[in-house]
Nanobody, 119 residues
Framework: QVQLVESGGGLVQPGGSLRLSCAAS????????MGWYRQAPGKQRELVAT???????NYRDSVKGRFTISRDNAKNTVYLQMNSLKTEDTAVYYC?????????????WGQGTQVTVSS
């Protein structure tokens, strides 16, 4: 089972940028889909962005045009570039994966990385 470690979070002002990284303990070359989730205080975890092994991406409407997901299979790492950050982007961000198109997301979650957008 691949273990994931998120990093890159921090405190940033509205309009700023952050780049999150998700490092896998093993190869992600056979992982069908990688995704970034986030969970704000008092809210349910929500899917933010996904990328397939073929490079197809998908974003929730609220981050389209501001966030970019990418993956580097050689480094076993997935990134989330976040630009034009808003206060409502404040959350703990997690990454996860699906081994197949119709399979479940992995049941285990990492510690996540805190993103705080505030002036």
């Amino acid at each position: 089972q691949v273990q994931l470690v998120e990093s890159g979070g921090g405190l940033v002002q509205p309009g700023g940028s952050l780049r999150l990284s998700c490092a896998a303990s093993g190869s992600i070359s056979r992982v069908y889909r990688m995704g970034w989730y986030r969970q704000a205080p008092g809210k349910q975890r929500e899917l933010v962005a996904t990328i397939t092994s073929g490079g197809s991406t998908n974003y929730r409407d609220s981050v389209k045009g501001r966030f970019t997901i990418s993956r580097d299979n050689a480094k076993n790492t997935v990134y989330l570039q976040m630009n034009s950050l808003k206060t409502e982007d404040t959350a703990v961000y997690y990454c996860n994966y699906q081994m197949s198109a119709w399979g479940p997301w992995n049941a285990s979650w990492g510690q996540g990385t805190q993103v705080t957008v505030s002036s």
